[in-house]
C-alpha cells in the first residue's frame, strides 16, 4: 500500500509539474496577438462593417480595444477584457457611424490594440488609415424612358457624380447590372433591362448608385407601361408525339427511365424546363463590357412565325390540362436543315445540348444582351469565338422539346427573357437606344 502510495505522489508531482510546465511555458510567450480585418475599410461611408479576428494561440487573449480617430480625437468603438485568459480567438463585428459620431469627412485612423495574456503582455496595434466620405453618388439620367412594352426591354443612360463601385437599375426586386461606357466623350453607364409579360402598372424602375465608401443612392425613374396582349392556346400532346420526343430525353436522364411518356414530359416541362432556365441565366450573368452588335437584328431568312414570344400554352394529354409553359422567344421555320445566322455581331458564350431547347448556341451581344438559338440539328460554332451577324452558327433541326424542324429564337437580357420583335425592328432599336448612345 505505501509504495502504492508513493507511486501516486510521484505520478501527482509529475502531473502537476508538467500541467505548470504548460501553464508558465503559455505565460512565457513573446509572440504578439494576430489582428486581422476582414475586409478593406480604406472608406468608411455612412455606415460602415467591419469584421475584426483576434488570436493569441499560446497565452490567450487578455484585451482589446477598437477605436476611430480623427484630428487626435479618438472614439472609442469597442473594448473587451477576457480575465479568464482561455480565449484563444475572438471574432468582433460592428459598425462605425461617422456622423452619429459628429466625425467629418476626410482621413482618419482606425486604431485597433490587442493584448495577450502572458507575462510580457504582448500587444499589437494596426493602425488602418481611412477616408471618411458621407456623401452619396448623385444620379443624371441623361434621357427619360417614357413607354415600355410588357415583355420588352428598356434602356438608361445615366452619369454619377463620383465613381461607383456598384450601379444599375432595378425592375422591382430584379437587379440589371450597368456598364461602363463613354458616350460624348464622357464616362457614362448604361444599363438595359427587361419587363416581365405580366409587368403590373405599379412596377417600379429604379436606377441605383453605390459609392466605395458604401454610400447608397436610389432614384425613381417615371415611365409608362404599354400593356400587351399575348395569346393563349392548346397544345395537344398525342401519344405519338410523346412517343416520337421523350425517348430523347429518357436516354439522358435517369430519373425518367420507367417512367411513362407522359410522366417524362412532366418532368420535363417543369424540372427541366427550371434547370434550363438556371443554366441560361448563370451563363448570361456576365457580359462583355462593350457593344458587339449594330443596328437590327437579323431575323431567319424566309421563315414563317409559328410561335409567339408571350404564347401562353396549355398542354393536353387525352383532352385534359396536363401542365403549362409560357413561350419566351420566336419560333422560325423554313426547310428542314436551313442554314442558321448569328442575329448579330457577337461572341459565343454557349454551344451545345441544352435541355428543352435541344442543341443550343448562345451569343454575346455586349452590356448585357443575348440571343439563343434552340432546336439545331447541327452546330458550326465554337464557344469563345467571335461572330459576325449572318454568320452561319448551325442547321435547323428539332432537337429538344420540338415537335417539328424549327428555330427557337430568344433574346436576352442579363439572362431575362424579352420579346425578339423589338430587336428585329430598325425604328424600335433607333428610338430607344441608338438616339440614347448619342447623347
Ligand atoms: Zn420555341
Known amino acids: 500500500m505505501k509504495t502504492t502510495g508513493g507511486i501516486a505522489a510521484v505520478v501527482i508531482v509529475l502531473a502537476a509539474g508538467a500541467l505548470g510546465w504548460l501553464y508558465f511555458e503559455g505565460r512565457l510567450d513573446r509572440e504578439k496577438p494576430v489582428i486581422q480585418l476582414d475586409s478593406d475599410i480604406s472608406a468608411i461611408g455612412r455606415k460602415k462593417?467591419?469584421?475584426?479576428?483576434?488570436?493569441?494561440?499560446?497565452?490567450?487573449?487578455?484585451?482589446?480595444?477598437?477605436?476611430?480617430?480623427?484630428?487626435?480625437?479618438?472614439?472609442?468603438?469597442?473594448?473587451?477584457?477576457?480575465?479568464?485568459?482561455?480565449?484563444?480567438?475572438?471574432?468582433?463585428?460592428?459598425?462605425?457611424?461617422?456622423?452619429?459620431?459628429?466625425?467629418?469627412?476626410?482621413?482618419?485612423?482606425?486604431?485597433?490594440?490587442?493584448?495577450?495574456?502572458?507575462?510580457?503582455?504582448?500587444?499589437?496595434?494596426?493602425?488602418?488609415?481611412?477616408?471618411?466620405?458621407?456623401?452619396?453618388?448623385?444620379?443624371?439620367?441623361?434621357?427619360?424612358?417614357?413607354?415600355?412594352?410588357?415583355?420588352?426591354?428598356?434602356?438608361?443612360?445615366?452619369?454619377?457624380?463620383?465613381?461607383?463601385?456598384?450601379?444599375?437599375?432595378?425592375?422591382?426586386?430584379?437587379?440589371?447590372?450597368?456598364?461602363?461606357?463613354?458616350?460624348?466623350?464622357?464616362?457614362?453607364?448604361?444599363?438595359?433591362?427587361?419587363?416581365?409579360?405580366g409587368a403590373a402598372a405599379a412596377t417600379k424602375i429604379v436606377i441605383f448608385a453605390r459609392d466605395n465608401a458604401g454610400n447608397e443612392t436610389r432614384t425613381s425613374m417615371p415611365f409608362t407601361i404599354k400593356p400587351k396582349k399575348f395569346r393563349a392556346d392548346k397544345v395537344n400532346l398525342s401519344g405519338t408525339f410523346l412517343q416520337q420526343i421523350m425517348p430523347e430525353f429518357q436516354a439522358t436522364i435517369p430519373q425518367l427511365q420507367g417512367k411513362t411518356p407522359a410522366e417524362a414530359f412532366g418532368y420535363v416541362n417543369t424540372t427541366l424546363r427550371e434547370e434550363n432556365a438556371k443554366t441560361i441565366l448563370s451563363v448570361c450573368r456576365k457580359s462583355i463590357n462593350k457593344r458587339l452588335w449594330e443596328g437590327a437584328f437579323h431575323r431567319m431568312r424566309n421563315a414563317a412565325s409559328m410561335a409567339l414570344f408571350g404564347d401562353q400554352r396549355t398542354y393536353l394529354v387525352d383532352g385534359k390540362p396536363f401542365g403549362s409553359s409560357v413561350h419566351l422567344g420566336v419560333d422560325l421555320a423554313s426547310t428542314a436543315h436551313a442554314p442558321i445566322e448569328a442575329a448579330n455581331h457577337g461572341i459565343v458564350?454557349?454551344?451545345?445540348?441544352?435541355?428543352?431547347?435541344?442543341?443550343?448556341?448562345?451569343?454575346?451581344?455586349?452590356?448585357?444582351?443575348?440571343?439563343?438559338?434552340?432546336?439545331?440539328?447541327?452546330?458550326?460554332t465554337t464557344v469563345g469565338k467571335n461572330v459576325k451577324k449572318e454568320e452561319k452558327i448551325g442547321a435547323s433541326g428539332l432537337s429538344g422539346l420540338a415537335g417539328g424542324d424549327h428555330l427557337h429564337f430568344s433574346i436576352l437580357i442579363d439572362g431575362q427573357f424579352v420579346n425578339p420583335q423589338e430587336w428585329w425592328d430598325p425604328h424600335w432599336i433607333e428610338d430607344n437606344v441608338m438616339k440614347k448612345m448619342a447623347i
Not at 451545345?352 to 440571343?371: K, Q, R, T
Open 349 to 380: 458564350v454557349f454551344a451545345g445540348p441544352l435541355g428543352i431547347y435541344g442543341n443550343a448556341v448562345i451569343i454575346d451581344h455586349g452590356l448585357g444582351l443575348f440571343s439563343l438559338y434552340g432546336h439545331l440539328s447541327a452546330i458550326e
Open 49 to 197: 462593417d467591419i469584421g475584426i479576428t483576434f488570436a493569441d494561440e499560446r497565452s490567450g487573449l487578455s484585451g482589446l480595444k477598437v477605436e476611430i480617430v480623427q484630428d487626435n480625437k479618438p472614439h472609442l468603438l469597442a473594448e473587451e477584457t477576457f480575465p479568464s485568459r482561455s480565449t484563444r480567438q475572438k471574432v468582433l463585428r460592428l459598425s462605425v457611424e461617422p456622423l452619429t459620431l459628429q466625425m467629418n469627412n476626410g482621413p482618419a485612423v482606425v486604431r485597433i490594440t490587442a493584448r495577450d495574456a502572458s507575462f510580457f503582455k504582448n500587444e499589437t496595434v494596426v493602425s488602418e488609415q481611412v477616408r471618411i466620405d458621407t456623401v452619396p453618388p448623385q444620379v443624371y439620367v441623361l434621357c427619360p424612358v417614357n413607354y415600355i412594352n410588357q415583355g420588352g426591354a428598356g434602356f438608361i443612360p445615366y452619369r454619377t457624380s463620383k465613381p461607383a463601385a456598384l450601379s444599375g437599375v432595378f425592375v422591382d426586386e430584379r437587379f440589371y447590372p450597368g456598364y461602363n461606357i463613354v458616350i460624348g466623350g464622357k464616362p457614362t453607364s448604361v444599363a438595359f433591362f427587361a419587363l416581365e409579360t
